[in-house]
């Protein structure tokens, strides 16, 4: 390895250890405790290095979102490649690989989805990495959705509500088992097994 490759790769590994350890202190201490000060402390570094990665803590957010979407849109794809598999089945798939994800990298999830922090959607009037990003995931099921209704397996229903209704639902189990550990749930696998198949009923019933 050349000294350019090494010293590109040196430079990509410390601004990987940049964002691990904004993850870890904004789901630890809060968005707005955070400065990039502390991020700075928390890898040894000083806070000018910081700054010739990234030009403030919203832009590390904005990052590490990204990060976060596009990691779980690969797990979409690959639960949906199989075009043998029946488009309902596809979903259920899907539905269960967004739960897992988000239970598998509870700070990743934390830190995209329920963290209390600004709203990044335009930026300079430029669309942001993270909105950019979760657009492609929710695509994704969105796609996914349309293919169950031409199939007929959602007659009448509305892709956009449906795929919208079917985030919310995956989307507040995910985020309660991860946020409240404490309440006295049935076992786990029964509650995501029951939420899907809930989930998928009430979209495949007739809109009328």
Known sequence: MGVTERKAREREELKQQILDAARELFVRDGYESVSMRKIADKIEYSPAAIYTYFKDKDEILDC??????LQLHQH????????????????????ETYIRFGLEHPDHYIVTFIL??????QSSGCETRKARAGRQCFDGLRSCVRRCIEEGRM????AEETSQAI???VHGLTA??????????????????????????????ECK
Not at 185 to 200: P, S
């Open 76 to 95: 979409q794809l690959a639960a949906h490649q199989d075009p043998k598999v029946d488009s309902l089945e596809q979903l259920r798939v899907g539905m």
């Open 116 to 121: 209390r922090a600004p709203t990044f959607e």
């Open 167 to 169: 985030w919310a639902g």
């Open 155 to 158: 007659k009448g229903a509305d």
């Open 64 to 69: 590490l979102c990204e990060e976060t979407f």
């Open 176 to 205: 309660l088992l991860i946020t409240q550990p404490g309440f006295p749930f049935v076992e786990r696998e029964r509650l995501i097994q029951r939420t899907i198949e809930v989930l998928v009923r009430g979209a495949s019933l």
